[in-house]
Nanobody, 124 residues
Framework: QVQLVESGGGLVQAGGSLRLSCAAS????????MGWFRQAPGKEREFVAA????????YYADSVKGRFTISRDNARNTVYLQMNSLKPEDTAVYYC?????????????????WGQGTQVTVSS
């Protein structure tokens, strides 16, 4: 059983930056693909970014490409989401997700483990 704990959310002005972290425990972190999803009030949960177990392959939603960077440190059992040039429309609860072999990286149904989420609010 994998436990995921996100941190690093907060309030930031438009154009600012935040770095989210997701610490994993209870499993072999290096064998899991990791994803970040977000959900704004009244909206469906949407894909943000994903990274394969080795870190060699990363995937991004078009809306964040060029602004967000996903990375992982397998020695620290942690995945990161560096968010730059933040916009008000990035405001959401951000969730970390994990699975050994997600069939479709951008599909939340491919992930079996989820964190509790961390709030990101971007003011205009």
């Amino acid at each position: 059983q994998v436990q995921l704990v996100e941190s690093g959310g907060g309030l930031v002005q438009a154009g600012g930056s935040l770095r989210l972290s997701c610490a994993a425990s209870g499993g072999t972190f290096s064998s899991y693909a990791m994803g970040w999803f977000r959900q704004a009030p009244g909206k469906e949960r949407e894909f943000v970014a994903a990274i394969r177990w080795s870190g060699a392959n990363t995937y991004y939603a078009d809306s964040v490409k060029g602004r967000f960077t996903i990375s992982r440190d397998n020695a620290r059992n942690t995945v990161y989401l560096q968010m730059n040039s933040l916009k008000p429309e990035d405001t959401a609860v951000y969730y970390c997700a994990a699975d050994t072999a997600p069939i479709i990286y951008y599909d939340s149904r491919s992930y079996g483990y989820w964190g509790q989420g961390t709030q990101v609010t971007v003011s205009s």
